[in-house]
């Protein structure tokens, strides 16, 4: 559904790019307009009700879904910017010659990885993620990729002092059979071509993987596998003093472009160690400050005019990648206000169903799209090519850094390894080197909030900066999903109170967003800033509808009463528009189901408990802080994940109000359809979408299920609220 198509055109030469606004526009904007008239009429509704409230139990109730009807309609009004103009976009590689005459006129580029802990976040995936990118089809000698390690762990760097070894054999391997899956796990695990070739590359993989996990096993390196005296020197600063939290510098050059060589004698990419200096008397800000740090030590050794943001389990899928950016980044006549293309975030491993909805469809494709057609969409962590200079201060006012080494357009003129380059490497990634700076407020990637990326590319965009969404046929990247539910949940939680961070700070989309990049642009950030809102109004007709046909209290239109018109309109109205854009965007009905069913879970669970802790820490109470979402799988989790089967596991909190509610709508009682029909149906719509809970409570015995202690916890509190209820709904 595609409609009138905007060419870019480069001095005569065949276009580089085009952008289509998609042909539901007009009908998205029809739509907007009729179900604002209801939303209208709802509210109308809800007045007369509260005018004629004869009981305190009746008028608290009325203003519980008054309360309840705002946040959907405000959340649904920010849901609209996204379908104003929606656009489809499509780059043209094979036309980048006639705009890059020669290998030496492409930008060289700076990947930035950053991993934390190597039990949550395996070093091996790691490795295999910066070898995807490593095997770009681009110059190697343009390519330097940095790894951060803020675990500081030894176990990480001797995985790269490994895999710069293998480099050496995947590199002109991946060129020489023009294999498109570049990630060496990924590669192996397909259907690939038998060859002698190939299974002495998978052996010299094996190897490495098997020193890896050896590796990790013993918790410690062996010094056997240790080959060099430069390798010795670098481990040798793991001492007993060497702790995660307290811990110097390290910075270590695994490959040096211009030194070292592959098997075929072609130059290799720069890889770069980095665990920057921590101190416990020093706030590290987590993510965002690995971030900064990259962006300077890169800038002092190599300083590439275009950076790329991974995470350290989102590998490479598309080896041409870089040449869709230079579509936009390449075209004179692109504007020069571009600040960075974002790719959607891909999965693999996906059960068939997608019963996490780990997709999360409107978050990376529906949404970006709809964004793509005011000023861009927004920086979601990973797969995001930047250029370096979006990070000194607006397009026409640069902020200076403190050195000139760090400005975009310095020029580095010594080798990375020379003593200069790495002492003042050394320097800028030091603990303290940000205090009384510009850093993560004016410069660079930005503090405030648990959701840094979401927080950059927002402050990015009010300064002036515009953005790209490119999607081409073949993924350009491809992550790992959590499969357990409560891994879902508190990743979730995390994002919630970031989110939350920005929305009730000084730079909110509703304020300050709205001034410094529009309304539409401003409401599509205030969706997400939002987000864990929406507990608000899943939560009130999650219990309140269920309580009142337990006790016998009506609360919505008859089924003969034209207000049930309504009522049935914004409901079906809304769940259709959302089926429809899901479909749209590549879904299967189950799989819209399930992402449905995933957004009433989130309600009653990781949205207002992120909602509730945000509160905490606002009145002053401490909180749980930044956790990492763990990337090992466990083989009896994996299967049940894979034949479709939700993973509790845990005696969580998050699962209490989630099994209150199943429970609560299992035993809501028989009532007569005619006068109880929508209550009734809302307790229906959630037994129907509860039913793994169901399953998890009373059918299930493998160690997936919900624990016994969560069961009998909620059967106590769901009593309480009956009998409270009881007593105050009927005052």
């Keep these: 559904m595609e409609g009138s198509t905007e060419t870019t055109t480069s001095h005569g030469h065949p276009p580089l790019h085009t952008v289509k606004v998609l042909r539901r526009t007009p009908l998205n904007r029809v739509f907007a307009a009729v179900y604002l008239a209801a939303i209208l009429a709802l509210f109308y509704h809800h007045a007369l009700t509260l005018l004629s409230s004869t009981s305190i139990s009746s008028f608290l109730i009325c203003i519980s879904f008054l309360i309840a009807d705002i946040v959907l309609a405000f959340m649904w009004s920010t849901t609209q910017s996204f379908r104003m103009r929606p656009v489809r976009r499509r780059e043209f590689p094979e036309n980048l010659k006639l705009v890059l005459d020669n290998p030496g006129e492409f930008p060289r580029l700076d990947v930035f990885i950053c991993t934390a802990d190597p039990y949550k976040e395996p070093p ?25 390690d803020d675990g500081g762990s030894e176990l990480t760097l001797f995985a790269f002092m490994e895999a710069a070894k293998f480099a050496a054999h995947w590199l002109p391997f991946c060129r020489k059979k023009k294999i498109e899956e570049r990630c060496p796990e990924a590669y192996f695990r397909s259907n690939y071509a038998y060859c002698s070739e190939t299974e002495n590359i998978k052996m010299k993989y094996e190897v490495m993987k098997q020193r890896i996990e050896t590796t990790m096993e013993q918790g410690k390196v062996g010094y056997e596998w240790v080959t060099s005296e430069e390798e010795r020197e670098a481990l040798s600063k793991w001492t007993d003093k060497f702790t995660r939290q307290d811990h110097p510098t390290v910075i270590q050059v695994l490959l040096e472009s211009g030194q070292d060589k592959d098997r075929s004698g072609r130059m290799m990419p720069n890889l770069i160690y980095v665990s920057r200096q921590k101190s416990r008397a020093s706030p590290h800000q987590f993510k965002a400050g690995a971030l900064n740090t990259l962006l300077r030590v890169s800038a002092i050794m190599t300083n590439a005019p275009i950076v790329l943001t991974l995470d350290c389990d989102m590998y490479s899928n598309n080896p041409v990648t870089l040449q869709h950016v230079l579509c936009y980044l390449s075209d004179p006549a692109m504007d020069s206000k571009l600040g960075y293309i974002q790719f959607p975030q891909r999965f693999h491993g996906l059960n068939k169903n997608d019963i996490y909805a780990s997709e999360i469809k409107p978050l990376f494709i529906t949404n970006p799209a709809g964004m793509d057609g005011l000023a861009g969409p927004s920086y979601v962590g990973t797969g995001c090519f930047f250029r370096r200079r979006v990070f000194f201060g607006a397009h026409s006012s640069m902020v200076s850094p403190e050195i000139p080494e760090l400005s975009p ?126 507990s608000v109004p899943i939560t009130i007709y999650g219990f309140l509808p269920q309580l009142a046909l337990l006790i016998n209290l009506p609360i919505f239109p008859k089924l003969s009463d034209p207000w049930f018109i ?85 005696a969580s909190p998050m699962f209490v109000p989630l099994t209150m509610v199943a429970m609560l709508s299992l035993f809501s009682g028989r009532r007569s359809m005619e006068e109880w029909f929508i209550e009734k149906f809302i307790a229906g719509f959630v037994v129907v979408n509860c039913w793994p809970i169901y399953e998890a409570m009373v059918m299930r015995k493998d160690k997936g299920r919900i624990h016994a202690k969560t069961t009998i916890i909620s059967a106590v509190l769901v009593y309480a609220l009956y009998t409270a209820a009881s007593f105050t709904l009927k005052i």
Aim: aromatic share 16%; net charge negative; glycine share 8%.
């Design 409 to 534: 357009d310095h020029v580095v003129d010594k080798p990375i390894r020379s003593q200069e380059v790495l002492a003042l490497a050394h320097h800028v990634a030091g603990c303290n080197y940000e205090n009384e700076s510009n850093w993560g407020s004016k410069v660079g990637f930005r503090y405030g909030s648990l959701v840094e990326d979401y927080y950059t590319g927002y402050r990015l965009q009010c300064e002036g900066w515009r953005s790209r969404f490119c999607q081409p046929d073949r993924e350009a990247f491809l992550g790992d999903i959590p499969i357990s539910l409560n891994d879902v949940l508190s990743q979730n939680k995390r994002w919630s109170i970031g989110l939350l961070e920005v929305a009730f700070s000084k730079y909110s989309p509703v304020t300050f967003g709205t001034m410094a990049t529009g309304p539409l642009l401003a409401l599509s950030y205030a969706h997400y800033a939002f987000w864990p809102i929406w």
């Design 124 to 148: 091996l995936g790691v490795v295999n993620t910066a070898l995807s990118v490593m095997a770009y089809e681009y110059p190697t000698e343009k390519i330097s990729v940095y790894v951060s």
């Design 566 to 650: 309504l009522y049935a309109f914004l409901f079906l109205g809304a769940y259709t528009q959302d089926f429809i854009d899901f479909v749209l965007a590549g879904g299967t009905v189950q799989r819209w189901w399930n992402e449905q069913r995933m957004w009433l879970i989130r309600g009653v669970t990781s949205y207002l408990f992120g909602l509730v802790e945000f509160s905490f820490k606002c009145l002053g109470f401490s909180t749980l802080g930044f956790n990492l979402t763990s990337k090992v799988v466990d083989d009896e989790q994996g299967k049940r994940y894979e034949q479709g089967t939700f993973e509790f596991g845990v």
